[in-house]
């Protein structure tokens, strides 16, 4: 009975401090790209005595800052590190993660998923333990692959992770019948969705919502990185005059016949069969590793229909049309629905 009790506690403490680290990876949301968001939280004698996260592309790792955080370094070898992704084993950037928690001799290292890169995948698991580390894997691992979703999306489904959003009326509809879709939901759903265009690496539209809201496509309601542009004018018909094509931001058209540079817009031409599928494995090669489409309906669907989508967040208002342009037929898991004022968000996901 006793034993049972140590081993209940000691699982509740491992659980209770990768949460934190979980906590602390989100706040990379954004900000990491093309690298996945890490948390890492340094425990002594059962209280925190480092913690840090992975900020931005290029800095330092989250063990790194984890381990720097930490006032006393003596304390190490007698110290757990909760890290939410198995720490690198490779040279990129920065030096291997994993040979800096050997370097300090950390007793013990939680890790809640092992990482999907091919580069790492168990390498830095193998080099810790050989080095006598107990090494303790899979402690909230469904928490910290959802968190990272993107980040496993590219590596195992070889594209990015899609996000798909869109606002409709109560009655049903995404816009009237001459494409005029402002402004359907309310200025704190928008800016929700300002928000969330920090979070994701691309944003893409198609040709219709292109030329008739000529959007800008920042995040101008929201402190954060603007996203990369795409667009998908197949027959090459949209105006150099639009917001895409001036410059402000990194744009990709992608088209059936041109190929090039102009100022900061890249042309892609792609053959007419699997368009969307040349397109994803596109942004894949530019290790664009997560894109939020925001319309029209018509790319909407085509994206359900090749099947090549993994969460939509959409937004019913109280105003109706009556007639117009119809909303997507959403065909997934619905996980979440709240409102925001008097706008109803869905959440739902591919069960695919």
């Not at 990482?115 to 698991?125: K, R």
């Not at 809201?213 to 090459?236: E, F, M, S």
Request: proline share 4%; with cysteine; aromatic share 8%.
């Amino acid at each position: 009975m006793s034993c049972a009790r140590l081993i209940y506690k000691k699982m509740t403490e491992d659980q209770k401090f990768m949460n934190r680290a979980i906590e602390l990876a989100k706040l990379g949301l954004g900000t990491t790209y093309p690298n996945p968001i890490v948390g890492c939280v340094i425990v002594h004698q059962g209280k925190i005595i480092g913690e840090g996260w992975h900020q931005r592309a290029g800095e330092g790792h989250a063990e790194v800052r984890a381990i720097a955080d930490v006032k006393n370094k003596q304390l190490l070898p007698e110290a757990t590190a909760y890290v939410t992704l198995e720490p690198c084993a490779h040279h990129g950037k920065t030096p291997p993660c994993a040979d800096l928690l050997i370097k300090h001799q950390l007793k013990r290292v939680v890790v809640a998923a092992t990482d999907s890169n091919p580069e790492v995948a168990g390498s830095g698991l193998h080099r810790m333990i050989e080095s006598g580390i107990e090494v303790v894997t899979g402690v909230m691992e469904q928490e910290a692959r959802e968190m990272n979703r993107r980040f496993f999306t590219f590596m195992e489904k070889k594209r990015p992770y899609v996000v798909l959003k869109w606002a409709q009326t109560q009655d049903g509809f995404v816009a009237r019948e001459n494409y005029d879709s402002k402004w359907i939901s309310n200025i704190h759903s928008r800016t929700l969705v300002h928000k969330w265009r920090t979070e994701e690496q691309a944003i893409m539209v198609g040709r219709n919502t292109a030329l008739y809201d000529n959007p800008v496509l920042n995040a101008r309601l929201w402190k954060g990185q603007d996203p990369i542009r795409v667009v998908i004018d197949r027959n090459l018909v949209l105006p150099n005059t639009l917001h895409l094509f001036q410059g402000t931001q990194p744009t990709r058209c992608y088209n059936f016949t041109k190929n090039g540079v102009v100022g900061n817009t890249t042309f892609i031409a792609l053959k007419k069969e699997h368009f969307l599928e040349q397109l994803m494995s596109d942004l894949y090669q530019q290790k664009i590793h997560s894109v939020f489409i925001e319309g029209g309906a018509g790319l909407l669907n085509q994206i359900m229909q090749a099947d090549l989508w993994d969460e939509a967040r959409i937004f019913t208002a109280t105003a109706t049309f009556g007639s117009g342009i119809l909303a997507p037929k959403i065909k997934g898991q619905l996980a979440e629905e709240k409102y925001i004022l008097n706008d109803r968000l869905s959440i739902w996901y591919n069960k695919k």
